[in-house]
């Protein structure tokens, strides 16, 4: 709904707007279910998800969209993915390996390594990640996704390491402001490339091939990150799954720089075409 609604020019931005409140539910659910288990136990934490589940629903009932026209077609596999979304989708899938092992497992690393608790980390970086998702939608659009992709994984990249290397208080508290900022700036931006070029028909596509993208990078990154922690430990862990960041940014300078539907690929091509 959101991308149907959005202006071409304002894509980036709008999906910055967009993309706070998922960032915003992923950061701020990990604070809200510690809390709700450690002090009221498992059957207040599923009696509140169920409540937000059913908030959702009446204020769905709100919502109000344009009229589109739709086009019926045969459903397949194939009609359930959108090439042009794929590069950017499976750059954040590798991304978000490291981000899937935080999810599932930083509240036990910090219990065990004596650390503040999980929900301190995760509000620190909800806050960094409020803050970047404010602001980088006007960036994309003006000077394309590139600048986040690199420094996003960087940071990421820095904060695995000092996990994995130098677990202290302030190191750990340094890493949520890393991880909010990575976070919080990689996953809207490569959202607006994978949907910048998919006509209204085809956005549901677009937006079902990178989201899938997305839940997959959760499951495995986490999947890989408790195989990793019984056979070497936390450290090892980290360490390892610090890689996805090099991979991502690999992916991104051989693939999807130089592919149609990133903003950096059109802002340049566009210049080239202007001067000629």
């Known amino acids: 709904m959101a991308t149907d609604l959005l202006p071409r020019l304002r894509f980036g ?65 194939k009609a359930m993915f959108d090439g042009n979304a ?34 301190v980390f995760f509000a620190v970086m909800a806050v960094f990640l409020m803050v970047i998702r404010m602001a980088l939608g006007k960036i994309v659009d003006r000077r394309g996704e590139a600048f986040f992709v690199y420094s996003c994984n960087a940071a ?29 700036g990689i996953a809207p931006a490569l959202q607006a490339v994978a949907v910048c070029l998919a006509p209204p028909r085809r956005r549901g596509a677009a937006n079902s091939t990178y989201l899938c993208a997305y839940d997959l990078g959760f499951g495995f990154g986490g999947g890989i990150a408790g195989w990793l922690i019984s056979a070497w430990g936390y450290g090892t862990m980290f360490a390892a799954l610090s890689l996805a960041n090099v991979v991502s940014v690999i992916l991104y300078l051989t693939w999807v720089r130089r592919h149609p539907s ?12 202007q001067r000629a």
């Open 13 to 77: 931005e709008g999906m910055g707007y967009f993309g706070t409140s998922i960032a915003l539910a992923t950061a701020g659910a990990p604070v809200i279910a510690l809390a709700l288990m450690n002090r009221l136990g498992f059957f207040a934490l599923f009696l509140v998800s169920a409540a937000v589940c059913f908030l959702s629903l009446i204020l769905l009932a709100f919502v109000k969209t344009p009229k589109l026209t739709v086009t019926k077609t045969p459903l397949s596999v």
């Open 86 to 119: 794929v590069p950017a989708s499976l750059t954040l899938f590798v991304f978000l390996l490291t981000f899937g092992a935080l999810e599932s497992f930083l509240a036990k690393f910090a219990a065990v390594s004596s650390l503040p608790s999980g929900g």
């Open 156 to 184: 990421m990249f820095c904060a695995m390491l000092l996990l994995a290397f130098v677990p202290n208080t302030l190191t750990y508290l340094l890493s949520a402001v890393l991880v909010g900022y990575g976070f919080g």
């Open 262 to 273: 990133s903003f950096s690929y059109r802002k340049r091509h566009g210049e080239t075409k």
